[in-house]
């Protein structure tokens, strides 16, 4: 069993950053960030493997947004620079026991973080 939880969530002005952290316990092959906003279906943002070397995101957020873990600390963050108001939703970090697709098959959820961008 992995247990996720994000934080690092807030108001940021467009133009802006914010730093999530996934704390993730146990090993997880891959994590990824996920987002949602209300009455849409969630979106794949970013992920990173075990080892941190292989990395990938979703080309809304490339060249903005950096993903890295810290597997010393059971840690995983997502960077998030140059903020605009669509990036306004609640992301979410999940954890996945296997090597598998970037944006899918995910078997740990976290509770979700609040980031809103304001214009």
């Known amino acids: 069993q992995v247990h996720v939880v994000e934080s690092g969530g807030g108001v940021v002005q467009a133009g802006g950053a914010l730093r999530l952290s996934c704390a993730a316990s146990g090993r997880s092959e891959r994590v990824g960030w996920f987002r949602q906003l209300p009455g849409k279906e969630r979106e794949f943002v970013a992920a990173?493997?075990?080892?941190?070397?292989?990395?990938y995101y979703a080309d809304s957020v490339k060249g903005r947004f950096t993903v890295s873990r810290d597997n010393a600390k059971s840690t995983v963050y997502l960077q998030m620079n140059s903020l605009k108001p669509e990036d306004t939703a609640i992301y979410y970090c999940a954890a996945a026991r296997f090597v598998g697709s970037w944006d899918r098959d995910y078997d740990y959820w976290g509770q979700g973080t609040q980031v809103t961008v304001s214009s």
């Open positions: 990173i493997n075990w080892s941190g070397v292989s990395t």
